[in-house]
Nanobody, 119 residues
Framework: QVQLVESGGGSVQAGGSLTLSCAAS????????MGWFRQAPGKERERVAS???????TYADSVNGRFTISRDNAKATLTLQMNTLKPEDTAMYYC?????????????WGQGTQVTVSS
């Protein structure tokens, strides 16, 4: 059974930092593409960042240069380091896995962790 469990969300003032973590289990982690997505109230879900099995990363323009995604295949964990946070970063953040590794079929999702940035 695939499980993705996020942690690390919270409230922070603009300009601050947070680190999100995701613990994965139940599938072959090292072969997967992993991603962080977010959804704010009334807005569509947005892909924030992704990392493939080789360590290749992609970022949304809105977070490029401020957020860093990384993975530890030995521990089956995913991390999102978020710096210089802005109020518009406020959203529910989700960890997602594409077990096929192609970075476009994210079929597994965590329960989400809330990030709130105040001005």
């Amino acid at each position: 059974q695939v499980q993705l469990v996020e942690s690390g969300g919270g409230s922070v003032q603009a300009g601050g930092s947070l680190t999100l973590s995701c613990a994965a289990s139940g599938y072959t982690y090292w072969r997967s593409c992993m991603g962080w997505f977010r959804q704010a109230p009334g807005k569509e879900r947005e892909r924030v960042a992704s990392i493939d099995r080789y360590g290749g990363t992609t970022y949304a323009d809105s977070v490029n240069g401020r957020f860093t995604i990384s993975r530890d295949n030995a521990k089956a964990t995913l991390t999102l380091q978020m710096n210089t946070l802005k109020p518009e970063d406020t959203a529910m953040y989700y960890c997602a896995a594409d077990s096929g590794g192609l970075c476009y079929g994210f079929g597994y999702w965590g329960q989400g962790t809330q990030v709130t940035v105040s001005s």
